[in-house]
């Protein structure tokens, strides 16, 4: 009865050592940061927001380079990441189809391949579509590998700039109420998102999901072992009007066998005026993006929609890992 | 009888307010500009042509970002846009198939992904394959959207940099004689090449086409209205004999039911050394390119072959627009 | 009985005028090269290896423009490319499907092509799938056109680089012994380093291959008349003790009609642990990449191993060129 799942990966344990101490500052998984070197790194997008044409900070990356290596196409990740680089007057080498990448029809490896791209460039930003293949790149690499999604893996950029939004939105990350909401089961984003903010004290998660996909146990058991108060709610308007952050997902149509369901879950977790509300004033909404039907674009103006606010958070957040990455942390 | 016609834009408007006097300087379509702006637009293109590497001028652009998004492939345009900006010291963020682009494929609005990329550039160059997708991304965009081609619709810096050769090669914009000659019915450069061109005093058109691919009625009454005399010959010798600028243009296999017509046709529009005795010296002759066979190669050598100097000027248009678009008229 | 063999183009003949002797500095085959023109570039490479960067040094082509015009995806060498112009300063416009070009689409020739790309940049490095491609280009252009490779005929600038990596390797490139092994049939790469190399006086060279793509009688011929000895060696063990240099290449199984005659050669023409412990000490192995089973990832550690620094050399080596054809030899 339950619809076929797409794979995602199992979850990661927290890091031995905290990212910021590495000395090859690879970004593979969410779990990596702990809560020293998410502190470091939201102090360094803050300074970012505010970098300006023809400043020094502007050229802070001058004469280094980014090569983004993608298996497959993710024009949103990859204009994000260009536009970061160049923010910090850095240059980028850029490839969209490595996975046709001639050496690879070949039969090169991945391994191979990095060793090869490595010596054009001073970091990697890799998107593949096959679980663990970041891990792979790193275990071989001189410089640093950037995760921008592998496959049902990770996509850890996305889960950073997810909580340092709600940091920038609600103005603090402890003692947070959240709602996510939608394909829970499927999502790799509420996924990591999970991760990064149950180290922080206070959370309190509520999940939002028809019951075709609802969120998996092993996040749940992870909640659960850090201490994180977590629920499973019908009504989002109960939820709505209780939380501070409002965490959208896109439900796909695929996932469901039963069409009358599809409709029913479809129609049932939307945002629209009607639902602002009952949402608490501080209150704001997030969403991974692309969005369909589940915001109403009536509510875009509403001052707690901040999804592109987010989006653009995603600029500071990879500047701010290009530069510890590049330049390490003196 | 008549062959199946590509659907074009019809006549618009001139813009109420001259895009000088824009505070968000889009650039949509032909008809925005008056001759103030045009003045402003051609006295910067002419200072465009002198800046040189590692002057100030070069880096005028210097931590700004264009974001080219393309929903269909057009590397000339693309690459003189990229090349524009270069110039200025700027960088450029790019994707050649937005059409694919995940977001796009995933339902997501123009609008929306206009939104999102806007947070990661200064200014967005859009082509785009349906009419009117320029002015609805202009509509929510919070920076300078150009227009790099809407399908039928406008592709306003080819009209415009098509006008600023003239002013070079000819040295004035003031009394043309002007023959547009090839296939003048789905021609977009040159129904936009007639709008700028008649804001002009002393203006005469002539157009040379085969039957099935002659000039629409709104052009001609556009002109008519703004007072310009304009005939449509047959002779193509007669004309080259009288004109300033002669405009080429290919005509197309597909739009001719008769193969014997588009034979002739395309005999007959040509334009070799032979013809050139007979067109004066202080004359040109212009061509938007790709050309095929409408200009023999014997002709390249000529220096009234003006074509891939009109190409170049490409450059220096683009690169006025894109100062003009990122900086302000200040 | 022989294989259907892949058109190789044939040999070239030594430049007339040496390459850093032109004004307008194209490269376009490996027999351009002079010893002189060799040492010249050679010397610049060196000093490419130190640009670090926010130094003078690597803004040298601050301003400058190089445009990638790619008629078939090579991302290897596109990325080795810019990367080589993003160190010295200078930026990148691109393209990897000039080939669907709609330019070239809609029957614009290369030559066309070229006087308008020209327009834009100050350097086209051009790939190609058709013999003679860069020539023809190189034939109109106002600026230098680098071959990157026109299908079966030329890539000079990985001869180029294999060159320097033998003389920073093994400290010299006078009375090298050198063996090819693998497929000399249809590799392009072995032929052009035969050019290059033979400039040097007491080069000694073995051919390692199964018959069926055995070197052809034109390098032979080549060698012989520039008083090389050369041998056809079938064991590969014997020739790795005796030289200072092998350079393997990929058996492509496509090239074989008798499948067994196939895996012998591929499980004979293999360098591993085994191999390696017979070779010379300072004696190093080369490697176009990508590989695939000719050389055992065993033997990566080994300080002999020497491919994927050769591959870095491209960079340097392309730094070097491109300096050199932009900004000239004063």
Redesign the interface.
């Known amino acids: 009865k339950t619809a076929p799942a797409e794979r995602v990966s199992p979850v990661e344990p927290l890091a031995a050592v905290p990212w910021h101490q590495l000395d090859r500052k690879h970004v593979l998984h969410a779990n990596q940061f702990n809560k020293e070197s998410l502190d470091m790194m939201f102090e360094e997008a803050i300074k970012m927001e505010k970098v300006?044409?023809?400043?020094p900070e502007?050229?802070m990356?001058?004469?280094?380079?980014m090569?983004t290596l993608f298996y497959e196409?993710?024009?949103?990740t990859?204009?994000?990441f260009?536009?970061a680089m160049?923010?910090l007057?850095g240059?980028?080498?850029s490839?969209?189809?490595?996975g046709?990448?001639?050496?690879a029809a070949?039969?090169?490896t991945l391994e191979?391949?990095i060793?090869?791209?490595e010596?054009?460039?001073d970091c990697i930003v890799l998107r593949h579509f096959q679980e663990g293949y970041a891990k792979r790149a790193a275990s071989v690499a001189q410089i640093p590998i950037i995760n921008a999604g592998d496959g049902p893996g990770q996509h850890p950029t996305q889960a950073l700039l997810d909580v340092y939004t709600i940091k920038r939105e609600v103005g603090r990350l402890e003692n947070i109420k959240i709602g996510m909401v939608g394909d829970l089961l499927n999502g790799r984003t509420v996924r990591s998102l999970a991760y990064v903010l149950s180290l922080y004290p206070g959370l309190q998660v509520y999940f939002v999901a028809p019951p075709v996909v609802r969120m998996r146990d092993d996040i749940k058991e992870l909640l659960t072992s850090r201490g994180v108060p977590w629920r499973e709610v019908d009504d989002l308007r109960e939820v709505a009007a209780d939380v501070d952050v409002l965490y959208m997902t896109?439900i796909q149509k695929e996932r469901f066998k039963d069409m009358q369901e599809y409709e029913q879950a479809r129609g049932k977790y939307v945002i629209n005026k009607e639902l602002m509300k009952s949402m608490q004033k501080h209150a704001v909404v997030l969403h991974p993006?692309?969005?369909?039907d589940e915001i109403a674009e009536e509510v875009d103006g509403d001052p707690r929609s901040a999804y592109?606010r987010q989006?653009?958070n995603?600029?500071f957040i990879r500047m701010a890992i290009l530069k510890l990455a590049i330049l390490g942390t003196q």
Chains 1, 2, 3 share one sequence.
């Open positions: 300006r044409p023809r400043t502007s050229k990356l001058e004469g280094y380079i090569s196409p993710s024009t949103r990859r204009l994000s260009e536009s160049s923010k007057g240059t980028v080498i490839t969209e189809s490595a046709e990448y001639s050496s070949k039969g090169e191979d391949t060793r090869t791209v010596g054009y460039a896109r993006l692309p969005r369909v592109f989006a653009r995603g600029l």
